[in-house]
């Protein structure tokens, strides 16, 4: 079983649509990240989070540790939001991540 | 601004062949990470090092090695290329968790192509 359980892998959504990716992970952990990667190109931190809910424009990240959860959410998408979302849980007592294998979102104008 | 800067973006070789990636940080980061990138596989962790002198196996590191001789640096070094290293590599470098410098931040890639 992986640590990380990514939920979609795949997503199409049109303009405008409220998207939300999902992650689970079984390991302790003392933070986790949401990161980006544009086709082709390089990969991005949009949050680290260690508790309750963080914001950046349009997007939304939320963490529940108890259960081990996290959702990152995007309101009113955009073409350029297409990409693969990846999780990245930060095990505990240690500077490694553990990465999901990604949610690849396209958007549709 | 600090940056991680990864060299070469592309590279071709040949099978056999000793290849290095140059991969620099100016973050002052003590922590420093390699990873290839598979369709199908995600990001795995190769080396790592969490200071100067300091090197540490990751999941996939047979036929890889690395040297932390100062704190900005961490060249990955494929001892004799094989097709199945064919891969993107990037590199990765954070301060310590709950330091002031923590915040992973990731070089722009190497593609390298091994034939």
């Known amino acids: 079983k992986n640590e990380v359980e990514q939920s979609p892998q795949n997503l199409t959504a049109q303009e405008g649509e409220f998207i939300t990716i999902n992650c689970s992970y079984s390991v302790g952990i003392s933070a986790l990240h949401w990161l980006q990667q544009h086709p082709g190109g390089g990969i991005v931190s949009l949050f680290m989070l260690s508790s309750g809910k963080k914001k950046h424009g349009r997007l939304i990240a939320t963490i529940n540790i108890q259960e081990k959860h996290s959702s990152l959410h995007i309101t009113a998408s955009h073409p350029r939001d297409s990409a693969v979302y990846i999780c990245?849980?930060?095990?505990?007592?240690?500077?490694?991540?553990?990465f999901g294998t990604g949610t690849r979102l396209q958007v549709f104008p | 601004d600090a940056e991680i800067t990864q060299s070469p973006r592309h590279k071709i070789t040949e099978t056999g062949r000793q290849v290095t990636l140059a991969c620099h940080q100016t973050?002052?980061?003590?922590?420093m990470f390699w990873y290839r990138q598979d369709l199908g596989h995600g990001l795995r962790l190769i080396h790592y090092s969490y200071g100067v002198h300091d090197t540490n196996k990751g999941e996939v590191s047979d036929g890889y090695s690395v040297s932390r001789s100062n704190t900005e640096d961490l060249p990955l070094t494929l001892e004799s290329a094989a097709s199945s290293q064919t891969s993107v590599y990037f590199c990765a470098s954070t301060g310590q968790v709950k330091a002031l410098n923590y915040g992973y931040t990731f070089g722009s890639g190497t593609r390298l192509t091994v034939v």
């Open positions: 973050w002052n980061h003590n922590n």
């Open positions: 990245a849980p930060h095990a505990y007592n240690t500077d490694k991540l553990i």
